[in-house]
């Protein structure tokens, strides 16, 4: 009987370890975990938000790359007082090794850099894994036209990764229904609005491409981005191929030293846009860094530029 019992126990652990190791895709690597990570680190701020959104506070050792650029939602500022940033831009291998960390949850361009310090394969000997943000996978590869999909991948696989499943589930079906219900009483015009993103820059504007998440956004609400044939997610273009698209709306992304304002002031002051019929009719809306990029955020995004394109 007690040999019944020996083996029972020692078929439930066996169970308990399978059921514990889980995999992920992240762009084109396949990520094992054996154990749910400890001391999760994230950069940026639409990262870190997502990780709040999932609850993942005391799973985590801190977060960086925010307040050297930008500012967190308000109304997550409470939820991440708890933890330290460890960076105020991007994290170096010391850094990340010193906060004893197990788990990156970064991007390219977000956090690391192709060919940089701080990558996968960097980190992997110090048993800091690393999963990758989907929108910035087309930094090391292709990938599909950025869509929604890309944010929606990323909470799902969180979920999986610190074993939050049901709650990753349960926030990505409220943002599709939520996000269904406003696209099915949007009243938008047949043909979509030409809208040019407005990152920075003055001498060339450093803009979102067909892989970049304003291209999503845009889209649902019911416009086009008039970049989106540029095989990038975020990119620098000369101001004579965006007078050429004459947007009819300019989205200003909000962050860093130069405000929105003082971007759209630019514009508007500046001759040669002076035929665009957004400066002509003077139609900016703007998103903040968070809003734009992947995270939380997105469907307010949207629904914000809705209602600038067409008042809803």
């Not at 229904?177 to 949007?186: C, I, M, Y």
């Not at 981005?225 to 101001?239: A, E, F, G, H, M």
């Not at 007078?243 to 030293?257: D, F, Q």
Request: negative net charge; contains cysteine.
């Amino acid at each position: 009987m007690k040999k019944l019992g020996l083996a029972l126990a020692v078929a439930l652990l066996s169970s308990s370890a399978a059921l514990a190791e889980v995999s992920v895709q992240s762009c084109n690597r396949t990520v094992t975990f054996d154990g749910v990570p400890q001391r999760a680190i994230s950069n940026d701020s639409n990262l870190t938000e997502m990780m709040l959104a999932l609850e993942l506070q005391d799973n985590m050792a801190g977060y960086t790359g925010i307040s050297g650029w930008k500012t967190l939602d308000e109304e997550l500022t409470d939820q991440v007082a708890v933890l330290p940033e460890l960076a105020p831009k991007y994290p170096s291998k010391e850094v990340l090794i010193g906060a004893d960390a197990d788990f990156f949850f970064a991007g390219w361009n977000y956090g690391m850099k192709v060919g940089g310090p701080v990558t996968p394969e960097t980190l992997a000997p110090f048993g800091i894994k690393v999963y990758e943000l989907t929108e910035s996978c087309i930094h090391i590869g292709e990938k599909p036209k950025v869509s929604m999909d890309d944010m929606y991948n990323d909470l799902l696989n969180l979920g999986r990764i610190f074993d939050v499943e049901e709650r990753a589930e349960a926030l990505v079906q409220a943002y599709r229904e939520d996000l269904a219900q406003f696209k099915a009483g949007l009243k938008a015009a047949d043909t979509p609005l030409r809208v040019f993103v407005y990152d920075g820059g003055e001498d060339s504007p450093f803009t979102a491409g067909r892989y970049g998440m304003p291209t999503a956004l845009i889209e649902a609400a019911g416009g086009t981005n008039v970049t989106d044939t540029l095989d990038k997610s975020w990119v620098r273009v000369n101001w004579e191929a965006v007078v050429e698209t004459n947007p009819e709306v300019i989205v200003i992304i909000n962050y860093g030293e130069v405000t929105a304002a003082q971007k759209r002031e630019f514009m508007l002051n500046n001759p040669a846009f002076a035929d665009m019929d957004a400066v002509k009719n003077d139609r900016f809306v703007t998103l903040e860094y968070a809003e734009a990029t992947p995270g939380p955020r997105n469907i307010k995004a949207i629904k914000k530029l809705a209602t600038a394109f067409w008042g809803n």
